[in-house]
């Protein structure tokens, strides 16, 4: 994500990811600049959630059943 605004936008994932501790794909999904379509560009995104320990889930019910 070479893009000053993809960064930009990351920090603003990672903060509500930290708040709540986890984020759903959907939000995730939402929050995503449109330009981002790679898959590479996708996988350093999960790369980056996961070594600030966001844990991503497909619904809001599967965080509390686990």
């Known amino acids: 994500m ?3 605004n993809h960064k930009h936008d ?3 994932i990672i903060l ?3 708040q709540k501790g986890f984020l759903t794909y959907d939000e995730l999904n939402d929050m995503l600049p449109v330009d981002i379509s790679s898959a590479d560009e996708i996988d ?4 980056v959630l996961g ?3 966001i844990r991503i889930f497909n619904t809001l019910d ?3 059943t686990e």
Not at 44 to 47: D, G, N, R, S
């Open 62 to 64: 599967q965080n509390e």
């Open 51 to 53: 070594s600030e320990d």
């Open 10 to 12: 990351l920090k603003k």
């Open 2 to 4: 070479p893009k000053a």
């Open 44 to 47: 350093k995104i999960f790369e």
């Open 16 to 18: 509500l990811g930290k």
